[in-house]
């Protein structure tokens, strides 16, 4: 079974540019997560897409924008890249969404995308 | 607020020994859920274990143990016979909330663990 997959996995940007990551779940997942890791902030959560709906959004600006098509697949985009938008942007794949409940689903990472911003 | 706590920035342990990375976590939700993860210098995040918060025995996997105190809210990770390719850092992370909240995870700073040889 094919594990969480994220492209590309090292990218250096320009500050002003704009860049986007895909991520494909695992195979019969249906909800996608973004998060963001730096050295200061450490892991920070972005959102969360589940058939095709954004169902949670972190506090991040709105530079930061995702979506999720019909098989699953995500990508998220980052507009007008800042300095410090420079950090690991990992993928977390899961068969559900968070239903309030003790749901014992659990969450796979992909290997992250390294976005370099200079 | 909920929150993780990881007070143990650094580790040594011997090969072949156990040792046990602390992370105590802070909700006032009754349903939750813990969870492990290890990350390597490459940067995976590699799920290793889920306790329930209701799941009353401790949870297993292989070599990794979690230790779950629920009236101390601590789940303290056990890593026994430790080995070279254990050396990466450790994430404590939980899952919390009522329903129609965001039930993302919430990490704590991590805790990095060498193995010597």
């Known amino acids: ?118 | 607020a909920q929150k993780i706590t990881q007070t143990q920035p650094g580790m040594f342990v011997q090969e072949k020994e156990a040792v046990t990375l602390d992370c105590t976590y802070d909700t006032s939700d009754q349903s939750y859920g813990l969870f492990w993860y290890k990350q390597p210098s490459s940067g995976e995040m590699i799920f290793l274990i889920y306790q329930g918060s209701y799941d009353e025995q401790n949870a297993t996997e292989g070599r990794y143990s979690l230790n779950f105190q629920k009236a101390r809210k601590s789940a303290n990770l056990v890593i026994s016979a430790s080995q070279l390719g254990d050396s990466a850092m450790y994430f404590c992370a939980m899952r919390a909330g009522t329903r129609g909240s965001q039930g993302n995870l919430i990490f704590g700073k991590g805790t990095k663990l060498s193995v010597k040889p």
Request: hydrophobic residues 30%; aromatic residues 12%.
């Open chain 1, 1 to 118: 079974k094919a594990g969480v997959t994220q492209t590309p996995r090292y990218l250096i940007k320009t500050r002003g540019q704009q860049v986007t990551l895909s991520c494909s779940p695992i195979s019969g997942h249906r909800s996608v997560s973004w998060y963001q890791q730096t050295p200061g902030q450490g892991l920070q959560f972005l959102f969360e897409y589940f058939s095709e709906t954004q169902r949670n959004k972190g506090n991040f600006p709105g530079r930061f924008s995702g979506r999720q098509f019909s098989n699953s697949r995500s990508e998220m985009n980052v507009s007008t890249l800042e300095l410090g938008d420079s950090a690991l942007y990992l993928c977390a794949s899961s068969s559900q969404t968070w239903t309030g409940m003790n749901s014992g689903n659990t969450i796979y990472f992909g290997e992250g995308s390294w976005l370099t911003v200079v």
